[in-house]
């Protein structure tokens, strides 16, 4: 190893000196004389060497200044100087992979800006400028929510957990455009949001929406020309029983088809249309909830069953008479038809602790298995399809409630147990609650 002889050449060196000094000392009479004199000689030597490479140091130790030393010291300068090369190398290295980092960064098609956890702008690449209006240089130190002025961003900006992972809305920058706008949290307090195009996504999401709704609309009056004479003949009793019979099963049939085309367009109305002030009145959902319930006790279906219920009339919702409607009869109807006769089912619209409102329609019925949960509020999704059919469902009650309830700002939460029941828990914000008097001023 290098090290090990240049310490073998200095101990060689330190000998030599002592022999040396031994010589001198027998000519001058004292062997310990001759000895310190030459190893202060020595010692003065190597302070000599090591003055010059800490000037060399000083000075940026560049190779062409490197001072001519040998030994320990010398190996030590080299060791340096290898060191000082390796550490430049590496600068270089990560500054090429941070250069084209940057380039490929900038590069992207997807907007792409960088905050710190006050979301301020630190670093933005080129596509931000074009999709968010928002430019790197221009911007840094700017909150992202200042720049970009959506309603809907900016409460998914400041939101620490929003709802969804991701944002849509249109660009700032091209009305034409509309952006999917995602936030991931890394490093330590670090944002990025990343902005993609999803102009053609929602462009294809509207026309779905536009050929549902148009061939849902183009059904409705020939299910309803078919409803009627189906139900003139199943009344005509001229007819044999037998023929009576097969009509009474096309009606069922055809009154479920209208029922499925009903739902289907309440849903992409729901979808495509703003809830509009107007249509916004004070709701006694308690005086409601508690209609639905006589009605149901009232039908076959719900005859079996048994109802309690917590409920303050005196609490009134800002909403939608018949949306709000649609979500009461939807869940109270789940809850006995896919639950068998002798069930619980509770009702709740009580008030939360922070000012708002909670409805809430609980079973102790066989409950839905956890892997169903996330699913049950997609279009047509049912646990069990064939014993759903069986029951009359149209797999669009829960579709419907989900969108009701994010267009009056509350919240879907539902919990289930199998073999202990299902629980549909809606929370609405302090925002949408009137109090008796609220509501009868509201009203006149
Ligand atoms: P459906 O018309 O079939 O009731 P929904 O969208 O209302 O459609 O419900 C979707 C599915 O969720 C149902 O088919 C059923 O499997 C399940 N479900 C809904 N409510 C309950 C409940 N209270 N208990 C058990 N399963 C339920």
């Known amino acids: 190893m290098p090290a090990k002889s240049h310490l073998s050449v200095e101990r060689s060196r330190i000998i030599l000196i002592g022999l040396f000094g031994v010589a001198v000392g027998w000519v001058i009479g004292s062997v310990w004389m001759g000895l310190a004199i030459s190893y202060f000689a020595y010692a003065c030597w190597l302070v000599y060497q090591a003055d010059q490479v800490d000037t060399w140091l000083d000075k940026g130790a560049k190779r062409s200044t490197a001072p001519d030393t040998d030994g320990v010291i010398g190996n030590i300068e080299k060791l340096i100087f290898r060191s000082k090369q390796s550490d430049k190398d590496r600068k270089a290295r990560m500054k090429r992979i941070l250069g084209w980092y940057n380039r490929s ?3 992207l098609p997807d907007a792409t800006v960088v905050t710190n956890d006050n979301f301020e702008i630190i670093w933005a690449n080129e596509a931000a400028q074009t999709n968010l209006g928002i430019r790197g240089n221009r911007d840094a130190g700017q909150r992202i929510d200042n720049l970009v002025r959506d309603i809907g961003f900016q409460k998914y900006v400041r939101d620490n957990n929003p709802e969804e992972i991701e944002i849509e809305f ?7 455009i509309t952006l999917a706008v995602r936030r991931v949290a890394y490093a330590e307090n670090m944002y990025l949001f990343s902005a993609r195009d999803v102009s053609q996504r929602v462009q294809l999401r509207e026309t779905r929406a536009a050929f549902i709704a148009n061939a849902s609309h183009e059904l409705k009056t020939p299910l309803t020309v078919v409803n009627g004479y189906l139900e003139l003949l199943g009344e005509d009793a001229s007819l044999p029983l037998e023929a009576r019979q097969k009509i009474a099963i096309a009606e069922e049939h055809a009154i479920r088809m209208k029922d499925i085309v009903t739902d289907l367009l309440t849903l992409s109305r729901l979808e495509n249309q703003q809830l509009e002030q107007s249509k916004l009145t004070p709701i006694a959902v308690g005086d409601m909830l508690e209609s639905i319930c006589e009605d149901i006790k009232d039908n076959k ?3 079996n069953h048994t109802f309690e219920t917590n409920i303050d009339n005196r609490i009134y919702l800002s909403g939608s008479e018949s949306e709000i409607k649609s979500i009461c009869t939807n869940l109270c109807i789940n809850a006995v038809q896919h639950t068998p006769a002798g069930t619980v089912v509770q009702i709740g619209w009580q008030a939360t602790p922070d000012g708002g409102a909670r409805l809430l329609v609980s079973d102790n019925g066989p409950g839905i298995p956890p892997q169903h949960i ?10 069990d399809s064939e014993q759903s059919r069986e029951s009359g469902g149209t797999g669009l009650g829960l579709s419907i409630v989900k969108h009701v309830v994010h267009r009056h700002q509350g919240e879907l939460r539902i919990s289930s147990m199998p073999g202990r029941g299902t629980t549909f828990e809606i929370l609405f914000p302090v925002e949408k609650i009137l109090t008796e008097q609220e509501a009868h001023a509201a009203s006149l």
């Open 105 to 107: 960064a900038s590069a």
């Open 170 to 176: 249109q660009s700032p920058a091209n009305k034409n």
């Open 301 to 303: 279906l719900g005859s």
């Open 374 to 383: 996330t699913h049950v509020t997609e279009r047509f999704y049912r646990v």
